[in-house]
């Protein structure tokens, strides 16, 4: 993906992205906060303007695509990426995963890779900061905050599940 960045006098800022169909999607960011989106296509210099948002608006919809309030599972692994060295990692447990069957604390995750399991998403149930003596289980998706290193080394831990 290529994002183009250009400083608009007096404006603000204009992004554009490569679309997978040869149009570019344009981001006015206005110094008021003001956002407008445009689609361009590649032969034509004028720009169908798609919608505009409010600064807080347009922040609302930036978290809900980020994934804050619901992440589809598709697979077995997801991240969101907090800044360039922290992320929120969902790892679901197999039936042969070495971790299904422990607790926390026999598990002993943050001791192992520096990753800490913040919640587990059980069925239609979500435990939030589970204790030691939380069981994991087959089927659990397990959500873990550290580094990008240190989520590496728990999906491993975990038997490589992605």
Known sequence: MTVYESDLPGVGKKFEVDLNDGSRLVIVIHNTGKRELYRRQSDDADSEKLFELSDKLARQVGTIMEGAYFQPIRTDTIETVLDENSLIEWV???????????????????????????????????????????????????????????????????????
């Open 92 to 162: 679901k447990l197999t039936a042969d995963s070495p971790l299904a069957g422990q607790t926390l604390a026999d598990a002993q995750v943050r001791q192992r890779t520096g990753a800490s399991v913040i919640a587990i998403r059980r069925g239609d149930e979500t435990l939030t900061n589970p204790g030691g003596e939380t069981e994991l289980r087959p089927e659990d998706t397990l959500i873990v905050l550290g580094t990008r290193e240190e989520c590496q080394e728990f999906t491993e831990l975990v038997g490589d599940s992605a």
